[in-house]
């Protein structure tokens, strides 16, 4: 693995996009690039994200930090270009080869949505590779759900309303991610959407369930526990209170002692 350097880096970077307009020969030596700068020794066990499945190059972060910047002119002048890069790296198999095209992606201008729209109802499939999935989620749909609420929240009903329980993983962990933006505020819309799933938990994405759950306490702890003690209320289903249960240590302490009254009675 090279070393950082970033002067060098940067040099690099901008020999790299020379060839912006040209998708193949750009995907070809951004190939040798993070190849130069892959950790080819790191083993499996010391991945921080171990619970990707696909190859990588386990980068220094200043490179993806340093040509997601660079990039950002190149998008913004020339969007179609853009998007026919984009759709060529997605193609590879390298983590952090899509991860380019996701950046790519969340840098396309507001007025492409439709083309955006596109690439994430094509890209996220229940095939999808969890931590590539995770970042389309969260980064490829950062700038649809700050400029576009209504069209991130239309995607994201669209997900929960397949028959296919990963497709529903996939709508529950993109309100995950939704939540975690600081702008994002529209919280009663996601309690309205996993109201269904919250009252007749499927086995397939109780743990989805219970992990947007926590989410959603760490970020207002009071709403979400008046939304489960009215779920409680409403539901027949045991699972609902094993749901509930398994997500009551997350909670502040004096909201933990409310919901543990509620459940006995």
């Known amino acids: 693995m090279t070393a950082v350097n970033p002067t060098r880096l940067r040099f690099q970077i901008q020999d790299l996009l020379l060839y912006f307009g040209s998708p193949g020969e750009f995907h070809r030596r951004l190939e040798g690039l993070f190849n130069l700068y892959a950790n080819h020794a790191l083993r499996y066990g010391e991945i ?42 997605w193609g ?8 380019v095209a996701i950046n790519i992606l969340d840098l396309i201008p507001d007025a492409n949505t439709e083309a955006i729209l596109m690439r994430l109802e094509k890209w996220l499939t229940p095939e999808l590779d969890p931590a590539l999935a995770s970042e389309l989620l969260s980064t490829g749909m950062r700038n649809l759900q700050t400029k576009h609420p209504q069209t ?8 929960l309303d ?17 939540i975690k933006q600081p702008a994002y505020n529209n919280l009663p819309t996601v309690y309205r959407l996993i109201s269904p799933f919250i009252q007749n938990p499927n086995s397939d994405i109780f743990n989805n ?17 008046f939304f489960l003690k009215q779920s409680l209320i409403i539901s027949e289903s045991p699972e609902t209170i094993r749901l509930i249960k398994q997500c009551i240590p997350f909670s502040p302490d004096e909201i933990q002692s409310e919901m543990k009254a509620m459940i006995k009675k």
């Open 48 to 89: 921080v994200q171990s619970y990707t499945l696909i190859s990588m190059y386990h980068l220094p972060d200043p490179v993806m930090r340093q040509l997601r910047l660079d990039l950002v002119p190149y998008i913004q002048s020339d969007p179609e270009e853009a998007l026919a890069l984009m759709d060529e790296l």
């Open 92 to 99: 590879d198999p390298y983590f952090e080869i899509r991860q």
């Open 152 to 159: 991130w929240e239309s995607l994201i009903k669209s997900f």
């Open 162 to 178: 397949h028959d296919d329980p990963k497709m529903i993983a996939l709508g529950l962990l993109g309100l995950q991610e939704g």
């Open 209 to 225: 369930l219970q992990k947007l759950i926590v989410a959603l306490a760490a970020r207002s702890p009071t709403e979400t526990a």
